[in-house]
Antibody
Framework: EVLLVESGGGLIQPGGSLRLSCAASGLTVSSNYMAWVRQAPGKGLQWVSLISAGGTSYYADSVKGRFTVSRNSSKNTLHLQMNSLRAEDTAVYYC???????????WGQGTPVTVSS | DIVLTQSPDSLAVSLGERATINCKSSQSVLYSSNNKNYLAWYQQRPGQPPTLLISSASTRESGVPDRFSGSGSGTDFTLTISSLQAEDVAVYYCHQYYSTSQYTFGQGTRLEIK
């Protein structure tokens, strides 16, 4: 059974940095397409970033240059380094897995991030 | 970016009746090499992460009740719930995974009991 558990969220001031983690079990992070998807309060789903099995990273235009996705193979963990945070980055951040030719099929429970002074 | 527009934004249906949600894509999501539409449907209940219902526009995930069905191709897609149950109250999203560098979701459709 696939289990994804996010952590690292919290309250941070504008301009600050935060690092999210997603611990995976039942799958190998480095062999899958792993993504971050966020949901602002009362809003819809927004894809943020993805790292392919081959290690190529992709980002939504709204976070490009500020966020960095990475993975730790030895700990089977996905990370999202978020810098220069803005109020509009406030959201629940979900970790998700997809395989080639399929959509995001496994999701974590999410970790909330609030950017506010 | 591929823009997905869902209609309606909200929907109220009586128990046992049919619910239909539409999703229109700004460009085709039909992958020519395998003739599959890279379009999925998710259900999200309050306080929960999304749950995948349907992939490839019409393939129901394991464990999803058969009252849920998906149809369409190219740019126009539909999610149908044939006989609404109380547990189907949720927000439903369509999602395209055709563009591997810019995934997008529809704005969501809130489904309620009339």
């Amino acid at each position: 059974e696939v289990l994804l558990v996010e952590s690292g969220g919290g309250l941070i001031q504008p301009g600050g940095s935060l690092r999210l983690s997603c611990a995976a079990s039942g799958l190998t992070v480095s062999s899958n397409y792993m993504a971050w998807v966020r949901q602002a309060p009362g809003k819809g789903l927004q894809w943020v970033s993805l790292i392919s099995a081959g290690g190529t990273s992709y980002y939504a235009d709204s976070v490009k240059g500020r966020f960095t996705v990475s993975r730790n193979s030895s700990k089977n963990t996905l990370h999202l380094q978020m810098n220069s945070l803005r109020a509009e980055d406030t959201a629940v951040y979900y970790c998700a897995r997809r395989r080639a030719g399929l959509p995001f099929e496994s999701w974590g429970q999410g970790t909330p991030v609030t950017v506010s002074s | 970016d591929i823009v997905l527009t869902q209609s309606p934004d909200s929907l109220a249906v009586s128990l046992g009746e049919r619910a239909t949600i539409n999703c229109k894509s700004s460009q085709s999501v039909l992958y020519s090499s395998n003739n599959k539409n890279y379009l999925a449907w998710y259900q999200q209940r309050p306080g929960q992460p999304p749950t995948l219902l349907i992939s490839s526009a019409s393939t129901r995930e394991s464990g999803v009740p058969d009252r849920f069905s998906g149809s369409g191709s190219g740019t126009d897609f539909t999610l149908t719930i044939s006989s609404l149950q109380a547990e189907d109250v949720a927000v439903y999203y369509c999602h395209q995974y055709y563009s591997t560098s810019q995934y997008t979701f529809g704005q969501g459709t809130r489904l309620e009991i009339k």
